[in-house]
Nanobody, 114 residues
Framework: QVQLVESGGGLVQPGGSLRLSCVVSGSTFRFYDMGWYRQAPGKQREMVAAIGGTSTTYAESVKGRFTISGDNAKNTVYLQMNSLKPEDTAVYYC?????????WGQGTQVTVSS
């Protein structure tokens, strides 16, 4: 059973940075398409960034500000978030996807506010 544990969320001022971590256990993240999603209050969950092999994909709203990466030795996927805006406020979730398998973490809260 694959388990995902996110961390790194918190309160940050507009223009600030955070780095989210998603530690993967039970398998190797390289075997999956890994993604970061977010859900703001009253809104649907949306994909923020994804990585599969060496390919990355970003939502238009975060391009140029967020970077997804993976560390094979730590079996961890990161989301570096720079130039944060109040509209980035949400619960951020890590996802591992392969064929019919899909796993989610518990989420980590990111709040961007002055």
């Amino acid at each position: 059973q694959v388990q995902l544990v996110e961390s790194g969320g918190g309160l940050v001022q507009p223009g600030g940075s955070l780095r989210l971590s998603c530690v993967v256990s039970g398998s190797t993240f390289r075997f999956y398409d890994m993604g970061w999603y977010r859900q703001a209050p009253g809104k649907q969950r949306e994909m923020v960034a994804a990585i599969g092999g060496t390919s990355t994909t970003y939502a238009e709203s975060v391009k140029g500000r967020f970077t997804i990466s993976g560390d094979n030795a730590k079996n961890t996927v990161y989301l570096q978030m720079n130039s944060l805006k109040p509209e980035d406020t949400a619960v951020y979730y890590c996802n591992a996807l392969r064929l019919k398998e899909s796993y989610w973490g518990q989420g980590t809260q990111v709040t961007v506010s002055s």
